[in-house]
């Protein structure tokens, strides 16, 4: 171990944990030996471990295990370098020794410790040790003596110049082995090509080479990993983008490694059965030399030579062997190191992130817990019903902010545990839309934004994918978008049909498009590598500026992975920014709204008046799809002109729809002029991103009662004209809306949380319902016990004293009672996993309700049990 890669490795210690510094070791494929002095434990990582033959955790944590694989000769040497370490007499020790393996073989070890921490009086606390295994290294040194050895006891039979050039070329494959072996060098790749030259020029070769192998898709390639060329000392370009295949270069690689043997042959008539190497025009002999590590076939070098016909020797290449065995165990440290160096800044990157994620996520949390407080207490001291209703409105906001800030926690407590988990069911996507656009509405009109809708396609069929992560992944890239666009910006959805997959409307299925695209302050390139990040957030600046916890960009890219898609972004800095996402859909039942328009309706004519052009184009688009005649006009002026020319062809139009805020003659004239002209018959339809109630009173002035808001989804759209031209054809799967009628029900509630029973007392009130509550699950069960029928459904927390609602459940499903086995039993409860609610299935229940809870939610799930 070089003492600049230990350097390297200790300067993140004080930043890293003992086990952060495993985790980084075992990365790198660096042993780590950490020892606490005080107590005498020791720690061996996993490399270091499967090293000495054992399964992590079977060696114990004492001193005694590191004597015990310390061959017995070397032991004194390096119990006295350790002390040596631990009085101050040095800073740290660098010893090569001998392990012994749980098979009693023997490898070579090269060991650098200090000590990285000491108390206050300046006693060690731990020290940590960096190991590497020695034993190719060694191997190829003891190669090279040998062939020194072999070389003398040839000198006596062969003549002086067979010694003289045995005698040079050994001289060379050492200097090339030392110059190498020296320690660590600024420019590494400068010294092995240099070390290449050494060997080459021995021999009197023009180029060499070292092939460094590697396998893809179970077929075995080798890479140009460092090369030396006569008239290019650089070589002529490396890395694995140029692995050739062994089976197209070298058709008899396995017999020729098989046999440790090599390929020495003139070019001016190659074997092509034996070597087929590109770029071998101007060769006149080449050499390739198998190169082995610990009996493993790691690669080759090679030797061109581009002025003379020649085999070259036997001598030659045992010798070139040699050195290159030297070249190519350093490369193989060297690429240990950098591994090191790289997870070293990875995990320094990542220990910075988490720590400033923290910070963040403080302050995220104590700001909405301050307004909640604070609200609170101010609504406390008065008794100003606004007052109060402003503070509830403060309170709900917060609290919901809140539940973002813990949602976005607990999922990536899921994601780094692996238990995310994504579920597929067929629902309305135009549904989902218009939920995920209510709950962004209000930041949109805090900074009087403007959402556009770009739909190539209605959705006649529900969907089949995860509703509730989709809808996760759309509102908060809508959020970001919000947050980071200037007051009066622009955002657009654009959701297609990928052309590419599929055909529209076809049952197996298809692939969505979806990108939300605004006129923010943009994401610059390098921000932009880091954005999907966990704990990241483009600038940290940006936290301070905007807030965020930096979490949810990583849970969207984690979801539509898990969709089998792919989520990217495309963005300039100060120009705004386009996030995609691509992913595969199934296409469910047909969606049970209105089907048909009446047969008089693809014979009506329609006219849109808008002074936004994407606005027309979509509502243009849209209506072709329902094949209904569509005119637009960009003014009021213009809308006038159109109708008088429709009544001179006596084609009138039968239905407008008209924005109110529009230059010149706005919505409201423009509408009143053109009742004058069509009649009071004609269908007017306001358009507006502005709220009904502002406009609501100037609009009815103007003769206008029906009312669209901006952005307008195809299927919302598609209902109001088949609303307003016939009524009867309205069939909708939505059950009347506001609370529903369960008078001579009975609830069973258990719930030990007082406050927990009064929200859902609050919530049931109005529904007719009787609520009886239990403080927990052994009081449920006896009074389901004592009359069985008298409950309609159980409300069942998961987490109580006595019995909890596992239990509870399980033993009222066991009582022999039809009831039993049919009451609804409705899980209702905080934890938020997936096999918590799997737990709930299994223990005989029906349903799951998170907490806290969601009223449409709370409401949907039990109308499907006592409607």
């Given at each position: 171990?070089s003492?600049?890669?230990l350097?390297?490795?200790?300067?993140?210690s004080?930043?890293?944990?003992?086990?952060?510094?495993?985790?980084?070791?075992?990365?790198?494929?660096?042993?780590?030996?950490?020892?606490?002095?005080?107590?005498?434990?020791?720690?061996?990582?996993?490399?270091?471990?499967?090293?000495?033959?054992?399964?992590?955790g079977?060696?114990?944590?004492?001193?005694?295990?590191?004597?015990?694989l310390?061959?017995?000769?070397?032991?004194a040497?390096?119990?006295?370098?350790i002390?040596?370490?631990?009085s101050?007499?040095?800073?740290?020790?660098?010893?090569?020794y001998?392990?012994r393996?749980?098979?009693?073989?023997l490898v070579?070890?090269?060991e650098?410790?200090?000590?990285?921490?000491?108390?206050?009086?300046?006693?060690?606390?731990?020290?940590a040790?960096?190991?590497t295994?020695?034993t190719?290294l060694?191997?190829?040194?003891?190669?090279?003596r040998?062939?020194?050895?072999?070389?003398?006891?040839?000198?006596?039979?062969?003549g002086?110049?067979?010694?003289?050039?045995?005698?040079?070329?050994?001289r060379?494959?050492?200097a090339?082995?030392?110059m190498?072996?020296?320690?660590?060098?600024?420019?590494?790749?400068?010294?092995?090509?240099?070390?290449?030259?050494?060997?080459?020029e021995?021999?009197?070769?023009?180029?060499a080479?070292?092939?460094?192998?590697?396998?893809?898709?179970?077929?075995?390639?080798?890479y140009?990993?460092?090369?030396?060329?006569?008239?290019?000392?650089?070589?002529?370009g490396?890395g694995?983008?140029?692995?050739m295949?062994y089976?197209?270069?070298?058709?008899?690689w396995?017999?020729i490694?098989?046999?440790?043997?090599?390929?020495?042959?003139?070019?001016?008539?190659p074997?092509?059965?034996?070597?087929?190497?590109p770029?071998?025009?101007?060769?006149?002999?080449?050499?390739?030399?198998?190169?082995?590590?610990?009996g493993?076939?790691?690669?080759?070098?090679?030797?061109?030579?581009?002025?003379?016909?020649?085999?070259?020797?036997?001598?030659?290449?045992?010798?070139?062997?040699?050195?290159?065995?030297?070249?190519?165990?350093s490369?193989?440290?060297?690429?240990t190191?950098?591994?090191?160096?790289?997870?070293r800044?990875?995990?320094?990157?990542?220990?910075?992130?988490k720590g400033?994620?923290?910070?963040?996520?403080?302050?995220?949390?104590?700001?909405?817990?301050?307004?909640?407080?604070g609200?609170?207490?101010?609504?406390?001291k008065?008794?100003?019903?606004?007052?109060?209703?402003?503070?509830?409105?403060?309170v709900?906001?917060?609290?919901?902010?809140?539940l973002?800030?813990?949602?976005?926690?607990?999922?990536?407590?899921?994601?780094?545990?692996?238990?995310?988990?994504i579920?597929?069911?067929?629902?309305?996507?135009?549904?989902?839309?218009?939920?995920?656009?209510?709950?962004?509405?209000?930041?949109?009109?805090?900074?009087?934004?403007?959402?556009h809708?770009?739909?190539?396609?209605?959705?006649?069929?529900?969907?089949?994918?995860d509703?509730?992560?989709?809808?996760?992944?759309?509102?908060n890239?809508l959020?970001?978008?919000?947050?980071?666009?200037?007051?009066r910006?622009?955002?657009?959805?654009?959701?297609?049909?990928?052309?590419?997959?599929?055909?529209?409307?076809?049952?197996a299925?298809s692939r969505?498009?979806?990108?939300?695209?605004?006129?923010?302050?943009?994401?610059?390139r390098?921000?932009?590598?880091?954005l999907?990040?966990?704990?990241?957030?483009?600038?940290?600046?940006?936290?301070?500026?905007?807030?965020?916890t930096?979490?949810?960009?990583?849970?969207?890219k984690?979801?539509?992975?898990?969709?089998?898609?792919?989520?990217?972004?495309?963005s300039?800095?100060g120009?705004?920014?386009?996030?995609?996402?691509?992913f595969?859909?199934?296409?469910?039942?047909?969606?049970?709204?209105?089907?048909?328009?009446?047969?008089?309706?693809?014979?009506?004519?329609?006219?849109?008046?808008?002074?936004?052009?994407?606005?027309?184009?979509?509502?243009?688009?849209?209506?072709?799809?329902?094949s209904?005649?569509?005119d637009?006009?960009a003014s009021?002026?213009e809308?006038l002109?159109?109708v008088r020319?429709s009544?001179r062809?006596k084609?009138?139009?039968?239905?407008?729809?008209?924005?109110?805020?529009?230059?010149?003659?706005?919505?409201?004239?423009?509408?009143?002029?053109?009742?004058?002209?069509?009649?009071?018959?004609?269908?007017?339809v306001?358009?507006s991103?502005?709220?009904?109630?502002?406009?609501e009173q100037?609009a009815?002035g103007?003769?206008?009662?029906?009312?669209?808001?901006?952005?307008?989804?195809?299927?919302?759209?598609?209902?109001?004209?088949?609303e307003?031209?016939?009524?009867?054809?309205?069939?909708?799967?939505?059950?009347?809306?506001?609370?529903?009628?369960w008078?001579?029900?009975?609830?069973?509630?258990?719930?030990?949380?007082?406050?927990?029973?009064?929200?859902?007392?609050?919530?049931?009130?109005?529904?007719g319902?009787?609520?009886?509550?239990?403080?927990?699950?052994?009081?449920?069960?006896?009074?389901?016990r004592?009359?069985?029928?008298?409950?309609?459904?159980?409300?069942m927390?998961m987490?109580?004293?006595v019995?909890?609602?596992?239990?509870?459940?399980?033993?009222?499903?066991?009582?022999?009672?039809?009831?039993?086995?049919?009451?609804?039993?409705v899980?209702?409860?905080?934890?938020?996993?997936?096999?918590?609610?799997?737990?709930?299935?299994?223990?005989?229940?029906?349903?799951?309700?998170?907490?806290p809870?969601e009223?449409?939610?709370?409401?949907?799930?039990?109308?499907?049990?006592?409607?």
């Open positions: 171990m003492k600049f890669a350097d390297d490795y200790f300067a993140a004080p930043g890293l944990s003992a086990e952060a510094m495993e985790t980084l070791a075992d990365f790198a494929g660096i042993g780590l030996l950490n020892w606490h002095i005080p107590s005498g434990k020791i720690s061996l990582n996993r490399n270091i471990t499967l090293l000495a033959g054992y399964e992590p079977d060696l114990p944590h004492t001193g005694n295990t590191r004597e015990m310390t061959y017995e000769s070397d032991r040497m390096v119990a006295e370098n002390s040596a370490v631990l101050g007499e040095k800073d740290r020790y660098q010893i090569e001998r392990m393996r749980a098979d009693g073989s070579w070890i090269s650098t410790g200090l000590v990285y921490e000491r108390d206050k009086s300046g006693k060690p606390v731990r020290l040790a960096l190991s295994e020695l190719r060694k191997w190829a040194e003891e190669k090279a040998d062939m020194e050895l072999e070389v003398k006891r040839l000198s006596a039979a062969a002086d110049a067979d010694l003289a050039e045995q005698n040079r070329m050994l060379a494959a050492n090339a082995s030392a190498i072996i020296g320690g660590f060098h600024q420019d590494y790749e400068t010294v092995v090509r240099q070390s290449l030259q050494i060997l080459a021995s021999i009197q070769a023009q180029r080479y070292i092939f460094r192998n590697i396998t893809l898709e179970g077929r075995l390639y080798c140009p990993r460092t090369e030396w060329y006569l008239d290019h000392p650089s070589g002529r490396q694995p983008d140029q692995a295949l089976d197209d270069f070298l058709p008899k396995k017999e490694t098989n046999k440790y043997a090599n390929v020495r042959l003139s070019m001016e008539n074997d092509l059965e034996l070597v087929n190497l770029h071998t025009e101007d060769v006149k002999s080449i050499m390739l030399i198998p190169l082995f590590l610990q493993e076939f790691w690669g080759f070098i090679g030797f061109d030579d581009t002025v003379t016909g020649r085999e070259f020797t036997e001598d030659e290449a045992d010798i070139m062997r040699a050195g290159a065995m030297v070249v190519a165990s490369l193989t440290r060297n690429e190191f950098s591994k090191l160096n790289e997870a800044e990875a995990a320094m990157a990542s220990t910075k992130a400033e994620f923290l910070s963040r996520m403080s302050h995220e949390i104590r700001t909405p817990m301050n307004a909640i407080i609200m609170a207490a101010i609504a406390r008065t008794t100003d019903p606004e007052k109060i209703k402003y503070c509830l409105e403060k709900d906001a917060s609290s919901r902010q809140l973002g800030i813990i949602n976005d926690v607990l999922d990536m407590s899921k994601i780094d545990s692996g238990k995310f988990e579920t597929l069911h067929p629902f309305d996507f135009e549904q989902m839309m218009q939920n995920v656009f209510n709950m962004i509405q209000v930041k949109l009109e805090e900074k009087k934004q403007t959402l809708y770009d739909f190539t396609r209605v959705f006649k069929n529900k969907i089949i994918s509703e509730l992560r989709l809808s996760q992944v759309l509102i890239l959020n970001n978008a919000v947050k980071f666009t200037p007051e910006g622009d955002i657009t959805l654009v959701v297609r049909e990928d052309p590419d997959h599929g055909q529209p409307g076809v049952p299925g969505l498009h979806v990108e939300v695209i605004d006129t923010g302050i943009g994401i610059s390098e921000q932009q590598e880091r999907f990040q966990s704990f990241e957030q483009a600038d940290g600046s940006i936290t301070r500026r905007y807030g965020g930096g979490l949810g960009l990583a849970i969207c984690k979801i539509i992975n898990l969709m089998g898609g792919d989520i990217w972004v495309e300039e800095e120009k705004g920014s386009r996030f995609i996402f691509e595969p859909i199934a296409w469910g039942e047909p969606i049970p709204a209105a089907t048909i328009l009446r047969k008089a309706a693809p014979t009506s004519r329609i006219l849109v008046v808008d002074d936004a052009e994407d606005v027309r184009m979509y509502f243009k688009n849209i209506l072709d799809t329902f209904l005649s569509c637009t006009a009021g002026e809308a002109s159109l020319k009544l062809e084609k009138p139009y039968s239905m407008v729809f008209i924005d109110w805020n529009m230059p010149g003659m706005n919505g409201g004239d423009t509408a009143q002029e053109l009742r004058h002209l069509l009649g009071d018959d004609l269908l007017v306001m358009i991103v502005s709220d009904w109630t502002d406009i100037s009815k103007y003769g206008i009662t029906h009312f669209l808001p901006k952005p307008i989804l195809p299927s919302t759209l598609y209902n109001t004209i088949v307003l031209t016939d009524d009867t054809l309205i069939q909708t799967e939505n059950r009347t809306a506001g609370i529903p009628d008078h001579g029900r009975t609830i069973l509630l258990a719930e030990d949380i007082e406050i927990n029973q009064e929200i859902v007392i609050s919530l049931l009130e109005g529904t319902a009787s609520v009886i509550c239990a403080d927990n699950g052994e009081i449920a069960l006896n009074l389901f004592e009359d069985p029928g008298r409950f309609d459904l159980i409300l927390d987490q109580m004293p019995m909890d609602g596992i239990c509870a459940a399980e033993k009222i499903r066991a009582l022999e009672t039809p009831e039993a086995r049919t009451v609804p039993i899980a209702m409860t905080a934890n938020a996993f997936k096999e918590d609610e799997q737990r709930c299935f299994d223990a005989g229940m029906n349903g799951h309700l998170a907490k809870l009223i449409d939610s709370f409401f949907r799930v039990l109308d499907d049990y006592l409607r």
